[in-house]
């Protein structure tokens, strides 16, 4: 069985962070200092070459590109999954440890498992 073809488009990403830079009034090194990724790694990604995920994810919050709008993948969610925001929000809460997310966290997904095998 083949399957669709599934890529990143490393270059479009890149154009539209060098087009956020450009309306900013920024250069590499600006971009640099105020996502604390490397000028050698925006470089490399001016050659083509696609950034590494935590990079990808700064560039994304410091520009509000949707990374997931550079994909290509025969089905694309609309939504993300209840269960996958609400683990992000519990590590985000700055009231919790790390511990004590990971710990609620595990006790949301057995019982979300739980329930939602009954139905």
């Known amino acids: ?6 890529k990143f488009d490393s270059i479009g990403f890149f154009k539209a962070i060098e087009a956020t830079a450009l309306a900013r ?6 971009v640099s200092q105020q996502t604390g ?3 050698s790694t925006l470089s490399r990604m001016a050659q083509g070459r696609g950034p590494d995920a935590a990079s990808q994810a700064l560039l994304a919050a410091w ?5 997931a709008d550079f994909t290509t993948l025969a089905q ?4 993300p999954e209840p269960l ?11 009231k919790l440890s790390p511990e004590a997310a990971s710990t609620l966290d595990q006790v949301i ?5 739980s329930l939602t095998e009954q139905k």
């Open 25 to 30: 009034g920024l250069k590499w090194k600006d």
């Open 76 to 79: 694309k969610s609309s939504q």
């Open 37 to 39: 990724i490397g000028t």
């Open 109 to 113: 997904r057995a019982t979300y498992q």
């Open 84 to 94: 996958a925001m609400l683990t992000h929000q519990l590590r985000s809460d700055p």
């Open 1 to 6: 069985m083949s399957h669709p073809i599934q």
């Open 63 to 67: 520009s509000g590109l949707n990374p």
